[in-house]
């Protein structure tokens, strides 16, 4: 499950932000993830849960935030929504499309109170 190992490298980031900052306690993280990024948002809920558990994290607001995925048709420049890797163009029906976002995962904020 690779969830687990995101979740893990999220604490880690958490952990070196909170040592940088020194005051105060790690209220929120927002992270922000691309449908086409391959995580399973569920699993990465129970992972963060897991990991965070017995922590000083363990009651910090994890907003995890989803970010459409996008494309642009090399044939027509038209944009595209794309639900999955294989997409058509639904202007000139080809499939030869670039991605514009959709594969994102980052950590995008981190507040302390």
Do not use: W
Request: charged share 20%; net charge negative; proline share 1%.
């Amino acid at each position: 499950m690779h969830e687990l190992t995101l979740a893990n490298n999220i604490l880690r980031i958490i952990t070196e932000h909170a040592t940088k900052q020194k005051e105060g306690c790690v209220q929120e993280v927002e992270v922000v993830i691309g449908e086409l990024s391959g995580v399973i948002i569920e699993a990465l809920k129970a992972a963060l849960q897991a990991v965070l558990r017995d922590t000083s994290y363990e009651h910090t607001q994890i907003n995890l935030t989803t970010i459409k995925a996008l494309a642009k048709c090399t044939y027509c420049h038209s944009e595209v929504n794309m639900d999955t890797f294989i997409t058509i163009c639904p202007k000139c029906q080809h499939t030869h499309l670039t991605i514009i976002q959709g594969k994102e995962l980052y950590v995008k904020s981190i507040t302390f109170d």
